[in-house]
């Protein structure tokens, strides 16, 4: 298992992930349109500084996406995604890829706290993140559409000191 930062040569993978609605919805994003749509996306956000994109491999298997998102320097933050293969699922690739990303985000980028939104019905999620250190700061009530529904969303986030903690 390891992560790597996303290539072009990747973006038929990503495509493949955001184009299944199943998948977006925990995201609470509409799946891209297209792949012409979604490598104008890489090539206009390649050199942006407030993300970070890697691919989960094992092997030869591509297995999913981890994002750090809305990186700001500035009070030292961001925002977690993850996806992973539905067909990898349960074969601890979303603990070791949210574990190795977030590690990334204190020790590399300096960020003072990770944060991210779940679907409160989303429990296995949920169960990986607090196991990960992740506290709710609060639910969000009927915050994103998705699956034909207004859904709850919580917030949950991790602290640096928090992490030092736990490691």
Known sequence: MKLRPLEETDLEFIHGLANDYSIMSYWF??????????KEAYQNNNSNESARRFIIEN????????????IDFKHRNCEIMIIIKPEF??????KFAFKEATKYAFEVLNMH?????????????VKIYEKQGFKTEGVLR?????????????FMSILKSEWIEKE
């Open 113 to 125: 706290k990770v944060y991210l939104y779940v679907d409160t019905e989303n429990e296995k999620a």
């Open 29 to 38: 994003e509409e799946p891209y349109n297209s792949l012409a749509k979604l």
């Open 142 to 154: 009927e915050h994103f559409y998705a699956k034909g529904k207004y859904r709850d969303a919580a």
């Open 89 to 94: 699922s349960g074969n601890g690739f979303a």
């Open 59 to 70: 092997e030869s298997d591509l297995v999913g996406i981890v994002d750090l998102d809305f």
